[in-house]
């Protein structure tokens, strides 16, 4: 059996990370909160029944601040996406911290101390 996702689901991982993104760009009162925020969507990951959805991102906060904005501003993200995708499910929404990026930079200053 194939494990590659089908086309719906690579469109609905697309459009989840386009809403996102958007959301981020636009509704920046979060910034009064954490000023120096930033986010950077590296990937997302739909369920095969469509209803859980895994962003993966980078951002230069703690845990502890990260914890404290999924709590204040997961809640709109997840709406959005209800309100806006056009499928039979809506996916339940999970902030996840992506840390390939972190492992990549010490595997190049391992590198680089070489």
């Known amino acids: 059996m194939d494990n590659k996702p089908s086309f ?3 469109k609905i991982e697309l459009s989840i990370k ?19 925020l ?3 969507i590296t990937s997302v990951k739909v369920s095969k029944d469509l209803r859980f959805a895994k962003i993966f991102l980078i951002h230069n906060i703690t845990e502890e601040e990260f914890a404290q904005f999924n709590k204040l501003y997961l809640h709109d993200i997840q709406s959005l996406i209800a309100n806006t995708l056009t499928s039979k499910y809506t996916p339940k929404v999970t902030l996840i911290f992506d840390q390939t990026f972190q492992d990549s930079l010490k595997v190049q200053s391992l590198i680089d101390s070489l």
């Open 18 to 36: 386009r809403l996102v993104s958007e959301y981020l760009v636009t509704h920046r009162d979060y910034l009064s909160k954490f000023p120096n």
């Open 38 to 40: 930033r986010f950077e």
């Open 8 to 10: 719906r689901t690579k």
